[in-house]
């Protein structure tokens, strides 16, 4: 049965999208699992499924899946509704269960944050939990990192979404000091009771997949990964 990954985090802009390509330049480097299937949940505006493609079209054992599209670039349940339409949740769930058919390991980038919604009466939390997807919380390393992470590790103890762990993500350079300072990782991890996989460093060149790689290498993958997916 194949296995997934939820990537998910405290707001918009937070290193997702730097997390999940991440994953998959290590993926495509060192073949933790034969093959690979990527899913943004659905997008609204243009870019991540761009960005994947533009990434990754080489890659003949890697799978590609957007399943929802939106033009204007608003939460979900508002940019559907710009067109006269509504989120159809089934068709990604449909298109989530032929990718994990497929593939041997499904990453699946949400949008937005752990709280931002996907209808009108569900949130990312919510499918999730619905859906019983493992998840990787991402914190940006900012003023006020601390309360996020403690208020969405809040959110997923309640719907007892399994959140194996949280990633650490520059926007910007940052030194280790400002880091230390701003996005303390063991009183986050202390607060929540959550691990602290590691940190992003800021990338100002996503098309450098050998950084890309190199820096989900320095993640703890033995948490993120499960041992039956890893070749030799």
Request: aromatic share 6%; glycine share 6%; net charge negative.
């Amino acid at each position: 049965m194949s296995k997934n990954l939820l990537i998910t985090g405290t707001d918009t802009d937070v290193g997702k999208t730097v997390l999940t390509i991440s994953l998959v330049a290590y993926w495509q480097t060192y073949r933790f699992c034969q093959s690979l299937g990527l899913m943004k949940l659905m997008q609204t505006g243009a870019g991540d499924d761009e960005l994947y493609r533009q990434l990754f079209s080489d890659e003949s054992s890697l799978q590609i899946v957007t399943p929802l599209f939106f033009e204007h670039p608003l939460a979900p349940p508002l940019a559907a509704t710009k067109i006269g339409k509504e989120v159809d949740l089934k068709s990604v769930w449909q298109a989530l269960n032929d990718l994990q058919k497929k593939q041997d390991f499904v990453l699946i980038e949400a949008l937005g944050g752990l709280g931002s919604p996907v209808t009108y009466e569900l949130t990312v939390a919510n499918i999730a939990a619905d859906w019983h997807l493992p998840t990787i919380l991402v914190v940006p390393v900012k003023l006020g990192a601390i309360a996020q992470a403690v208020a969405n590790v809040a959110l997923a103890r309640s719907l007892n979404i399994e959140l194996k762990g949280i990633i650490l993500s520059c926007s910007q350079p940052e030194t280790e000091q400002n880091i230390a300072d701003l996005a303390p990782a063991e009183l986050i991890q202390s607060l929540t009771q959550v691990p602290i996989l590691g940190t992003i460093p800021f990338i100002d060149n996503l098309a450098n997949k050998e950084k890309l790689a190199q820096t989900a290498s320095h993640l703890d993958l033995e948490l993120i990964f499960p041992h039956k997916t890893m070749v030799g």
